[in-house]
């Protein structure tokens, strides 16, 4: 089977390009002794990229119980949901680690604590807290974090933290700064707890800016990253990875040009692409996306697809595109904004090695 062979839209995987990526944040895990990378597989959802990202069934973070349900199904029994639990899920991972694995749920709620103490399962629990995002999570110096490690008890296993305002950054320093944060915020409540007799076997942080720049990862257990795997144009902005590290891109045919207004339509919309306009906020606006040729190079310029519809998307150059290189039905291919929402569309990843020749198909989970 051959990219000619294949329906659009749909996702293309570059092998190659995946495994560098995972070699480069290994290696920047590998820096600081004892650490665990815990790689996050909200964005692949799929055990074959497991199998690369976590070798001989390591450990894993999830963010459905869908998602936990199918990696435990593959031998990946030490996993982090790391999502706020709620008490309707409880039973579900019960269910779940009834059968020998070890899925983590995260707090930083009370009442949940509450649910989580009375509930008569194995549900290990990870108190959240927030070291400067501002989403979920409570602060580490906090009254609450004590009031709900005494009600959770003997399940109290530990912290998670999750830095996604380094996301904001953009250059090293910066991103080093929120590391240094995020580091100390998780630590200092982790020594809150064994101050109250709990000892924590998980002291977790992490996302890919921080996994990549961190400076020390002194008292961190395990550090969770995802978005490395694939990487996407926005990423490739704030510089966690160069614009040729990106794995996944979105294999599109074009339906219409519009010489006129020097565009093509494609027919990759705002299902297969999403409509996350995350390089809104970096140095360039990306649109939903760059158009690529089939091979997933850069060669139309800065092609955007500036405009989605459902089931259309609207490309223009930057400079004049090259028409009799883009007939109708040409195969293109489309870098993403947020990979982890364009891929969130689609059941299967077909890949490649640098080449046409699809060398197997891939599936996913979806759905929560």
Not at 175 to 198: D, F, N, S
Not at 282 to 310: C, N, S, Y
Request: aromatic share 4%; charged share 20%.
């Amino acid at each position: 089977m051959k990219l000619d062979d294949l329906p659009t839209p749909c996702l293309v995987l570059e092998l190659g390009i995946l495994k560098r990526n995972l070699a480069r944040m290994a290696d920047a895990v590998a820096r600081h002794p004892g650490l665990k990378l815990r790689p996050h597989m909200k964005t692949a959802k799929s055990l074959a990229v497991a199998a690369l990202a976590a070798p001989d069934h390591g450990p894993i973070t999830v963010s459905t119980v869908a998602e936990a349900r199918y990696f435990a199904g593959g031998g990946y029994r030490d996993q982090i949901y790391a999502v706020g639990i709620t008490p309707q899920k409880l039973d579900a991972i019960a269910a779940i680690n009834a059968q020998g694995n070890d899925v983590k749920i995260i707090t930083d709620d009370l009442e949940v604590a509450s649910a989580i103490a009375a509930h008569s399962g194995i549900l290990p629990t990870l108190i959240e807290v927030d070291c400067g995002e501002g989403r979920g999570g409570i602060a580490p110096d906090s009254a609450a974090l004590a009031e709900i490690a005494q009600r959770l008890g003997a399940r109290c296993a530990g912290i998670m933290t999750h830095a996604g305002h380094s996301y904001a950054e953009r250059n090293e320093e910066g991103m080093r700064k929120v590391a240094e944060a995020e580091r100390a915020g998780a630590v200092l409540a982790a020594e809150r707890l064994r101050g109250m007799g709990i000892t924590p076997r998980v002291v977790s942080a992490g996302s890919s800016p921080t996994a990549l720049y961190g400076h020390s990862m002194a008292g961190i257990t395990d550090i969770r990253a995802g978005v490395y795997m694939f990487g996407d144009l926005f990423q490739g902005q704030i510089g966690t990875h160069g614009m040729e590290d990106i794995a996944v891109t979105v294999l599109s045919a074009v339906t219409s040009r519009k010489q006129d207004r020097n565009a093509v339509l494609i027919d990759a919309g705002g299902i297969a692409l999403s409509k996350d306009r995350s390089t809104q906020a970096a140095p360039k606006d990306l649109g939903f996306g760059v158009m690529l040729d089939r091979h997933g190079k850069w060669g139309f310029g800065e092609a955007i697809v500036a405009r989605t519809h459902q089931e259309h998307g609207e490309v223009r150059g930057d400079g004049p595109l090259p028409f009799a290189e883009l007939p109708i039905g040409a195969l293109v291919r489309v870098a993403p904004n947020h990979t982890c929402l364009t891929v969130a569309a689609h059941d299967r990843y077909y890949v490649v090695d640098g080449g046409d020749e699809v060398i197997a198909v891939w599936d996913r989970v979806n759905g929560w």
